[in-house]
């Protein structure tokens, strides 16, 4: 059984940062590619972040683009998404996922996905 789970979240003042992680079992890491999406309230789940399953390659939103890094250590199957410069906008669920293939936007391409985790950005 694949279980995604997510955790680093919370509450946090515009400028500040925070550091997800989500940690995956059930599954042959290091095959899979992994990338962050988000969910605001009223809005759709987009894209946010992916990386390869090597770690060798990444693609972010433009929205997130210089702020954000996402990164991943195949030993501890884990994937980290470093948040800087938070911005109210920010605000969402945050959810991990994983596929094969080819790092891409679609949420509807990807597997597995986590529960999520509340990240608030106070002005």
């Known amino acids: 059984q694949v279980q995604l789970v997510e955790s680093g979240g919370g509450l946090v003042q515009a400028g500040g940062s925070l550091r997800l992680s989500c940690i995956a079992s059930?599954?042959?890491?290091?095959?899979?590619?992994m990338g962050w999406f988000r969910q605001a309230p009223g809005k759709e789940r987009e894209f946010v972040a992916g990386?390869?399953?090597?770690?060798?390659?990444?693609r972010y939103a433009d929205t997130v683009k210089g702020r954000f890094t996402i990164s991943r250590d195949n030993a501890k199957n884990t994937v980290y998404l470093q948040m800087n410069n938070l911005k109210p906008e920010d605000t969402a669920v945050y959810s991990c996922?994983?596929?094969?293939?080819?790092?891409?936007?679609?949420?509807?391409?990807?597997?597995?996905w986590g529960p999520g985790i509340q990240v608030t950005v106070s002005s």
């Open positions: 990386v390869t399953s090597s770690g060798n390659y990444t």
């Open positions: 996922a994983a596929k094969s293939g080819w790092i891409n936007f679609e949420t509807t391409s990807w597997r597995y």
């Open positions: 059930g599954l042959t890491f290091n095959i899979y590619v």
